[in-house]
Structure formats: structure tokens, C-alpha cells
T-cell receptor
Framework: AQSVTQLGSHVSVSEGALVLLRCNYS??????LFWYVQYPNQGLQLLLK??????LVKGINGFEAEFKKSETSFHLTKPSAHMSDAAEYFC???????????FGAGTILRVKS | NAGVTQTPKFRILKIGQSMTLQCAQD?????MYWYRQDPGMGLKLIYY???????DKGEVPNGYNVSRSTTEDFPLRLELAAPSQTSVYFC????????????FGPGTRLTVT
């Protein structure tokens, strides 16, 4: 069965610093991978997704993620953190039948001024 | 488009009471999902549906029931509420499964005391 591991339940960066949120997956088939963001007291919204096209995927708000099959990773990055990036971020992988997503436990990003 | 709507936003139940969480989408999506979110645990799938009249269990279905009589609506029923069902519940929908993003509602915060 598919699974997702997000390293670090909390990540703290300074405003303007690089953001790196880690995600590793296990998948028995070529995966579809997603990053979602959740702002306080809101639902999840899609940041970006990988669907077997380009391995470097660009998303909204300056975020991007690189699919590395050899490392089974899909880490999320942003060159310069902004205060408004403070939120919880979830990595997810499609299950082998394509009917549902398996989510990681989430990483809370804190941005310090 | 309103997207995915959920009612109510908040609810407090007494142990043993029952209630229905409502979810509707106006995007003509085939797939719909119910998740619960608990701190540090990510999202856990309760039930999902791949079309009207078709539902299936997710990872944590015990204590819940669903039905899908129309494409638009996917209510979640809690029978005999227990404190372990205190959580935030999210409904989501997608056009199809594999590779398609899920759109999330704003959530229902449920407390069982």
C-alpha cells in the first residue's frame, strides 16, 4: 500500500530564508504526487501536483517541488519565505487504484520576522 | 461556483446523540470523499464515493455511514456519537481519481462531550 512520510512535524525559518519541506513516498506504481496547504481554520488547497510530466513542478505562491524517483522523494521548496507562508503543509500520493489519496502527517511551517 | 460546501461549521454533540454532516459540490465531480483531521495525524479517509449510488470504506469507517443518492451531495452520518469522534471533518471532491486534484470544503468542527 502507498504511504507518505513527511520529515519534521514543525519547521521554522526566518523571513527571506529558503523553505524546504521534505516528503518521501512509497508506491508500487508510478505515483501521482500532491502538495496541499492549509491555513488556520480553513480547508486544504492545492499548491502543486506531479503527474508524470516534468520532474520539476511549479506551483502557486512561488513554491516548487522536484520529483526524484531514485530517492522516492518529492520535497517542497521556496527560495524566500514570506510571513504569509506560515501554514500547515501536506504531501499526498494517489493510491495504486487511483481512487483516493494517502496523506502525510503534515508539517507546520513557522516564519519568523 | 460555490465549490464544496459543508454544514454546519461547528457542532457540539452529547455522547450517544446522532447527526448528519452535510456536503455538497456544484462542480459535477464524480468522486467525493470524507476525511477527519486530528492534530499531528494528517487526514484520514472515512468513506469515499466514485459516483451516485456507489460508496466504499476508507481507512477509519467505524461509527460512520454515508450515502450518495445524487452527484452533488454526500452526507456523513454519525450514529451514537463518542468522544473519539471529536475532530475536524472535511469533505472533498474530484473530477476523477487518478491524477486529479481534490477540492476541499471549509470543514466542520465537531466536539462530542
Amino acid at each position: 500500500a502507498q504511504s507518505v512520510t513527511q520529515l519534521g512535524s514543525h519547521v521554522s525559518v526566518s523571513e527571506g530564508a529558503l523553505v524546504l519541506l521534505r516528503c518521501n513516498y512509497s508506491s508500487s506504481v508510478p505515483p501521482y504526487l500532491f502538495w496541499y496547504v492549509q491555513y488556520p481554520n480553513q480547508g486544504l488547497q492545492l499548491l502543486l501536483k506531479y503527474t508524470s510530466a516534468a520532474t520539476l513542478v511549479k506551483g502557486i505562491n512561488g513554491f516548487e517541488a522536484e520529483f526524484k524517483k531514485s530517492e522516492t522523494s518529492f520535497h517542497l521548496t521556496k527560495p524566500s519565505a514570506h510571513m504569509s507562508d506560515a501554514a500547515e503543509y501536506f504531501c499526498a500520493v494517489s493510491d495504486e487504484y487511483g481512487n483516493k489519496l494517502v496523506f502525510g502527517a503534515g508539517t507546520i511551517l513557522r516564519v519568523k520576522s | 461556483n460555490a465549490g464544496v460546501t459543508q454544514t454546519p461549521k461547528f457542532r457540539i454533540l452529547k455522547i450517544g446523540q446522532s447527526m448528519t454532516l452535510q456536503c455538497a459540490q456544484d462542480m459535477n465531480h464524480n468522486y467525493m470523499y470524507w476525511y477527519r483531521q486530528d492534530p499531528g495525524m494528517g487526514l484520514k479517509l472515512i468513506y469515499y464515493s466514485v459516483g451516485a449510488g456507489i460508496t466504499d470504506k476508507g481507512e477509519v469507517p467505524n461509527g460512520y455511514n454515508v450515502s450518495r443518492s445524487t452527484t452533488e451531495d454526500f452526507p456523513l452520518r454519525l450514529e451514537l456519537a463518542a468522544p473519539s469522534q471529536t475532530s475536524v471533518y472535511f469533505c472533498a471532491s474530484s473530477y476523477y481519481g487518478q491524477g486529479y486534484e481534490q477540492y476541499f470544503g471549509p470543514g466542520t468542527r465537531l466536539t462530542v462531550t
